[in-house]
């Protein structure tokens, strides 16, 4: 087997191996330029995708660890993020199960903690609900338990969100009133209790 590697022409941060002359893998090179090396001792091709296989999942876990290190992610986010340098599927889960065993990944804690913060912000249910089915598409009983608990609370912000906004305002003028309404619906609380608490 004739084995090496060369920075890929039209963009330096990835590397492409090759395997007898033929593009055999495209890796990132700050993740594998240290750790090809040990691709040369290789006797045969299983044992070359068995040893690529292990450098890679490292450096998944590693890729994960330090991205995770930086803020909190999602597993969807975090997904994303490895995808994005080339990094297999399989190895990307494994770094993923790693994580959590760690603690350092928790979709349920993540999630409420990012809803509490929108809540701060002073939005509603609707609005929150749009982000974290965004940040986690593959995990609607965790968001749908966290939405049904802001829901629940939803009067409770509505009326310091009136409070600290709208302290103000004219609620007898119509067009004011409007605004407020448009305003308030955009945050994602629900119009039927905008409208009991601004005694429409």
Request: aromatic letters at 8%; proline letters at 3%.
């Amino acid at each position: 087997m004739d084995l090496c590697w060369k920075v890929q022409p039209d963009d330096i941060r990835y590397l492409i191996i090759y395997l007898d002359g033929t593009p055999w893998k495209r890796v990132y090179k700050a993740f594998f330029s240290k750790a090809l090396g040990a691709l040369n001792e290789c006797k045969s091709q299983q044992g070359l995708q068995e040893a690529f296989s292990a450098i890679e999942e490292k450096a998944a876990k590693l890729a994960a660890l330090r991205a995770l290190a930086r803020r909190s992610l999602s597993e969807h986010e975090l997904t994303r993020k490895l995808a994005k340098k080339e990094l297999s599927a399989l190895a990307i889960q494994k770094a993923l199960t790693a994580c959590r065993k760690l603690g350092v990944l928790d979709d349920s804690s993540y999630l409420r903690l990012f809803a509490e913060r929108e809540e701060r912000k002073g939005y509603g249910p609707k609005y929150i609900a749009l982000k974290l089915k965004h940040k986690a598409p593959a995990s609607p009983e965790i968001v749908n338990s966290i939405i049904s608990e802001v829901a629940a609370r939803q009067t409770k912000i509505l009326e310091k969100v009136i409070a600290k906004k709208f302290a103000k305002m004219n609620w007898k003028d119509p067009k004011q009133k409007h605004k407020a309404f448009v305003a308030l619906q955009r945050r994602g609380f629900a119009i039927e209790k905008i409208l009991v608490l601004c005694h429409a």
